[in-house]
């Protein structure tokens, strides 16, 4: 058995790819790194099929280990903010009185949102600027800009 256990390393590194070729996440290349080892493994004589398996298993969890971190920083690098996560940090005029308890509106890119103000005490009158600190749902969080 141990003789064609190359052919089974082969196989599975192949069908590995191939789910990973299938979708943008990486899902499976750690396995396929593992049975690319295995499968070098296997041309040594005299080793048996389980400690092959045992140097798959290892090699899969390792490079899982050490590697997702590093690509999950180079994937996000690239990600695209959708048109809502864009107005963080921009400003507009308060078009209706903003607190905390009541929310009011605001004018961005000439469109109009509904806001609420960050600090639980402020009150944000009509025609005062405000910059969004966040997002929560379909309202900004806002915070008076002051004016100099």
Known sequence: MEQYMWIVWLG????????????????????????????IISFIPGVTWWIEVVVFVVVSIAAFLALRPLSKRFIKRNEIKSNVDSLVGKKGIVIEKISFLNPGTCK???????????????????????????IDGNKLIVKKVEVK
């Open 12 to 39: 599975l590194f192949v069908i590995m790819l191939g789910v990973e070729a299938l979708g943008p996440a990486l899902v499976s290349v750690w396995f396929a790194l593992g049975a690319l080892v295995s499968m």
């Open 108 to 134: 961005i890119n000439d469109v109009i949102w509904t806001a609420v103000a960050l600090d639980e005490k402020a009150t944000i009158e009509k025609s005062d600027i405000v910059e969004v600190v966040t």
